[in-house]
């Protein structure tokens, strides 16, 4: 639901499941920040060993290149 609001946003959600070596787990955090605010998502929900994570990106993260 949007802040404020009691309104929910209808939305179509997508579940990718890859295998990612830990080293590499900030990699891919800043890879989701980036594609955030390349498709203007207010966060993402990573799940790392069953524990979930919020993905929330901020304009000096960037866009995917």
Known sequence: MPEGS???IKDESRKY????????????????????????QQ?????????RKRIIPKPEDGFPE
Request: hydrophobic share 45%; proline share 8%; net charge positive.
């Open 6 to 8: 009691n309104k929910p």
């Open 17 to 40: 499941t890859v295998f990612f070596p830990p080293a590499k787990i900030e990699i891919l955090r800043l890879l989701l920040r980036k594609a955030a605010n390349s498709f203007d």
């Open 43 to 51: 966060e993402i929900l990573l799940c790392i060993g069953g524990r």
